[in-house]
Structure formats: C-alpha cells, structure tokens
C-alpha cells in the first residue's frame, strides 16, 4: 500500500529551505565577494524553511498564505524557475505554470509565434503544437492581435494567451498563481471549467488565489502557508475558514492549539473560598468550554462556575454571551433573568451549565463573555470579557455568518 501511495505520487518536496542574500546597498554585494577575510554584507533572508510536501496524482490543491509566506518561492522551484538552497523536489510528467503575466514570453515575438515557443519550452515538438494552436487561438480570443507582438498586449490578452496555451497542452500538473483576477467575468468562467474539465481527466491542479470561496467550491485540499512552512494541511473548506479567521485576528493554528490547551485553565483572580474584596457579593471562579475548534452544528458547552458569598443575593442570574473575536459583533446574549431560569443564588459555589445544542455559525473565531448580575441587570457582580475563544468552521454548504433554516419554492 505505502509502495503504491508513492508511485502515485506527482510532486514531492523533500526539506526543501529557500534562503535569499538580502544586502543594504547595491555595492556590498561586490564588496562581499571582493572580501579577502570572507566577510559578509548581506542578510539572509528564509522564505522556506524545512519544507515538506507530497501531492498524489489527479489531486486538485489551493494553496493560501498572506503575502510573504512563501506560495510563489514554493511554485517556482515546482516549476524549476528557481532551485533550492537545501533540499530536493522532485516531478512527474510535463508542467504548465501561470505564475506570472509574461513569463515565458518572447516580448518581440507576436502571440502566435510564443505558442510555438511555449510549446518547445514544454517540450512539445513544432508539429505537436500544430495540432494544438488552433484551439489555443480560439481559447484565447484576442482576435487579430493573435499575430501582433505581445508587447502590444494589455494584461487581460497575456491572461488570456498564457491560460490558452497552458491548459490545451493537456499538461500532467497545472500551476496556476493568481492569473484569473485579471481576466473578465466571461474569461474567468471559461478558464475554471476547463480546469474542471482538466481535474476530471486526472490533471494535478495547484491553485493560488486570495479569492477563497474559488478554492473551497475548486479543490478538495487545501495548504495554508505561513512563514515558509505549512500551517495546516487538510480538508478545503475547514482550512479555508481557519486561515481567513487567521486573517481576521492573527490566530494562527498554533495559537488556537495554545488555547486548547488552556481554555480549562482556572481563570486569574478566582476567589479560592475566601471573599477577593471586602465589598465583592459574589465572583465567578471559572469558565469552561466543551472544545475550541468547532464545526457547524456541533454541540457547544460553557460550563460557570460561581461563588457567592452572601447567604443570599435576591434577583442573581447569569448571562453568557458571544461576540467576534474582534468584539464588532454582538452574536448573542442570552442570560437566566430574561428566560425565567432560577440559578442558585445561596451562599457556596455552584456551577452552571450553558448549551448550544446544534451550532448554528458557520465559520470565524468568537469570544465568550460571561457574567452575574442582580436587580435586573442594573448591579453586575462580577464580569469577565474574552474569558473563552473559539473558532468554528466546516465542510463547504453554505456562506455567510449563521444557517438559517430555510425553503426553496420554485414556481415557475
């Protein structure tokens, strides 16, 4: 079986590390190796560091990362633009690559001679690409600029020619980094069912977009990059949602398994048994959720323990609330006073148990507040904000903040 899994396997990157020389001034690159004594001027600069990857054979793989995080480095050296300081990466069959608009192109040359020339590039033969270029010209459709120089081309025609010639040369594994953004609604609706009619005869596609909901409706793997090293590798549409509520509030997956390990941690300043302050009527000890990596329709937990130090606080409830983990949303607030849920409210330390039986988010990262009140909400006893976070995302059906239950009628 593991034999198997490797001769299936297409791309394979092996400790691979990028490190580039980054120097002040122009001149201390000479002056380094002009250096008798070896010294250095520059800096290095780790865009990949230990880098490890295998993608199977037909795989269909976004990969996401914010700018800086070594996505184009890692496609480049797939494609052997450019090699690695360490490490090996290895490929299978023939490779058509849009990285960047251009790239490939002979500026003087029209664009029907760079299809020849792209075509020699892949290692096509002159009468290989013949029987191509017909096809190539009527994907593109950039009309009689087919047998102008390219240097005449806006963005949107080198778009066009590059994916033209790219997809109908039936490559092994397409590369394609960000190209679909330049072309109109028209062009981008061409070019993703031909790479779905692509992905269905067994092409490896990688596909780098900022445009997330493509990647989720488009692959079935995604690889979320950050600081030249995978952060997580998995299922599209759950490591899409993690990584855009990275990038909503800097919560990386490391720091979301910190909070795993801690969110049952007894919260700073608990009362231990004895009254914190001498006018304090009652304080919360802890809080406790169940998990904090949810998925849509998950039961949720918030576990409150309270002690009071009264023999009786008349009016006590406790509320629980949800907000984004930014604080700009006020996602729900419920509390036992509005629902006419008695709590205890008798001197000693009690718990109580707040449930969510079916989650309805669908995706992002919150934060629980939690909070004991009397007298309706005027006097608050103890509060604490942001006590819990958690993040909540899902297998890709739906878009939006909350499921709402719903019907279609058509009627026409």
Not at 44 to 60: C, P, Q, Y
Not at 94 to 105: D, P
Not at 312 to 328: E, H, P, Q, T
Request: aromatic share 10%.
């Amino acid at each position: 079986m593991a034999e198997d899994k490797l001769d299936d396997t297409i791309i394979h990157v092996e400790h691979v590390s990028k490190v580039y020389a980054l120097y002040d001034r122009p001149i201390d690159r000479m002056k380094e190796a002009l250096s008798i004594r070896k010294k250095s001027f520059h800096k290095d600069h780790i865009v990949l560091n230990d880098f490890n990857l295998d993608i199977r054979r037909g795989e269909s793989v976004g990969i996401v990362g914010r700018n800086g995080a070594g996505k184009s480095t890692l496609l480049k050296m797939i494609t052997g633009v450019v090699t690695p300081t360490a490490g090996t990466v290895e490929t299978k069959g023939k490779i058509a690559a849009l990285l960047e608009l251009g790239a490939g192109f002979n500026m003087e040359y029209t664009g029907r001679e760079n299809i020849f020339l792209n075509g020699r590039m892949m290692g096509y033969t002159r009468a290989e690409m013949k029987q191509r270029v017909d096809s190539i010209i009527e994907f593109a459709d950039i009309g009689d600029f087919i047998d102008q120089p390219v240097k005449t081309y806006s963005s949107g025609m080198f778009a066009r020619l590059a994916f033209a010639v790219s997809i109908n040369v039936e490559p092994d594994i397409l590369i394609v980094d960000e190209v679909l953004s330049v072309g109109d609604t028209r062009f981008q609706i061409k070019c993703i069912q031909k790479m779905k009619e692509l992905k269905e005869k067994g092409t490896t596609i990688l596909f780098v977009s900022h445009a997330t909901e493509q990647i989720k409706q488009f692959c079935t793997r995604v690889i979320w990059m950050l600081d030249g090293h995978i952060e997580l590798d998995g299922e599209a549409s759950e490591v899409v949602d993690l990584y855009e509520s990275y990038m909503k509030t800097g919560l990386s997956l490391k720091a979301l398994l910190n909070l795993q390990d801690e969110h049952n941690t007894k919260l700073p300043d608990a009362g231990e048994g004895g009254r914190p302050k001498a006018d304090m009527l009652a304080s919360i000890e802890d809080i406790q959720i169940n998990k904090v990596r949810f998925h849509t329709f998950d039961e949720l937990e918030v576990a409150v323990t309270y002690r009071i130090y009264e023999e009786k606080i008349d009016g006590f409830f406790l509320g629980v609330a949800f907000y984004s983990a930014n604080r700009l949303d006020y996602v729900f607030g419920p509390n036992t006073h509005l629902e006419k849920k008695e709590v205890p409210s008798t001197q000693g330390l009690h718990k109580v148990i707040y449930k969510v039986p079916r989650l309805p988010l669908i995706q992002g990262t919150y934060v629980v507040d939690v909070g004991i009140f009397n007298n309706e909400g005027l006097v608050n006893l103890d509060y604490r904000m942001s006590a819990r976070t958690f993040v909540v995302s899902n297998k890709y059906f739906s878009e939006g903040t909350y499921y709402i239950d719903h019907e279609w009628d058509v009627e026409v």
